[in-house]
């Protein structure tokens, strides 16, 4: 070693010798507590709702601050874009509850969904909130709205449907396997244009956005989600509302849902075995084809839609199907969460 060189090196090792006597004598304290197993709470199906209201009620005062929790690498959309807590259409509108709410709460994946109607700016607007929570912290926000909702649509939208908020007595309960397999049946049998695919109940009954579509009795009743009713007096409206008096599986039978591409991918589903439900957040792309269609037919629906859809489900069966908001984006667009998405 160089004699020039002594002294600097001499100089730091003597300050790096106090540095060590320095935090020897004055540990720093950690930010965690030591572990232990105590340390680890159960969030069940109460705790799972209770961030739910938590979370809710944080938007109604307009307080990110009231909010539960959340992670440092939380993440949030809004109708599949981007943001942070506080921002968006929900944080930043008057917001109010109203009693329609269907809560989902899953304790094994630590996922909690609420379906709702909610007043924005004094609108009735239909909304689904996603939660994640992952070790007492919020690490995935997603909320999706629709604001396009008429006076006809509020009727099935003031009381949940008993099957889809009532519990399942314990011993009859389904395992989450068979829940998630009915749920994703459905979907599965749109793709395919095949009724008997999907796990449905004889007196299986859908609403979309508030709109009983199938399995409505005589005379009939609408068989979209939307407002008007079919018009008897004409061969269209007569075949609407015939078409809306089909059950779940006979409407898919039609193959009227040829158009839609694929229902990919469905990022979130939530299993509640305490009241049978499951509740997926999914992506229906729509390219502009039909299965089935000439080679030289014109380009159809072109667009995508974001839909979150609950089964109330028994004995491995779908008895009621509500799906709801349905947040439309242009074809080509993804979910918010999965890279690719959207073709």
């Known amino acids: 070693m160089s004699l020039k060189t002594w002294p600097v090196t001499s100089t730091l090792l003597a300050i790096g010798a106090g540095v060590l006597l320095s935090l020897s004598a004055s540990p720093m304290t950690a930010s965690e507590p030591e572990w232990g197993p105590s340390r680890v709470k159960e969030c069940n199906r109460e705790c799972l709702v ?56 899953d304790p094994v994946t630590g996922q909690v969904a609420l379906q709702s109607r909610l007043m924005i700016q004094g609108r009735n607007a239909l909304v689904a909130v996603r939660l994640k929570v992952d070790r007492g912290q919020i690490s995935e926000i997603e909320q999706l709205y629709d604001r396009n909702i008429n006076d006809a649509a509020i009727p099935l939208l003031t009381t949940p449907r008993p099957g889809l908020v009532t519990d399942i007595p314990p011993s009859e309960r389904s395992s989450r396997e068979v829940l998630a397999y009915a749920a994703n049946s459905y979907f599965d049998a749109l793709e395919g244009d095949d009724g008997k695919i999907a796990a449905f109940a004889d007196d299986c009954v859908r609403h979309e ?71 997926i957040f999914c992506l229906f792309v729509h390219d502009g084809t039909r299965r089935g269609a000439a080679p030289d037919a014109p380009p159809g629906m072109l667009m995508n839609a974001m839909i979150v859809e609950s ?18 984006i242009p074809y080509g667009l993804g979910d918010g969460w999965t890279p690719g998405s959207g073709r």
Request: aromatic fraction near 8%; hydrophobic fraction near 35%; charged fraction near 20%.
């Open 50 to 105: 209770g961030f739910m209201d938590g979370y809710m009620n944080a938007i109604y005062k307009h307080d990110p601050k009231a909010v539960p929790p959340l992670a440092i690498d939380v993440r949030m959309t809004e109708n599949t874009g981007r943001m942070e807590v506080g921002e968006g259409v929900l944080w930043r509108s008057k917001v109010e509850p109203t009693p329609f709410m269907i809560y989902v709460a």
């Open 209 to 279: 956005n508030g709109y009983q579509t199938v399995n409505n009795p005589p005379p009939g009743g609408r068989m979209m989600p939307a407002p008007p009713l079919p018009n008897p007096d004409t061969a269209q409206g007569k075949e609407q509302l015939r078409f809306s008096m089909l059950s779940c599986q006979e409407q898919i039978n039609s193959k009227i849902f040829a158009y839609m591409k694929h229902i990919r991918p469905r990022h979130a589903i939530i299993v509640d075995q305490q009241k049978g439900v499951a509740t």
């Open 311 to 328: 089964f109330g489900l028994r004995g491995g069966k779908i008895h009621e199907v509500e799906a709801m908001p349905f947040v439309t």
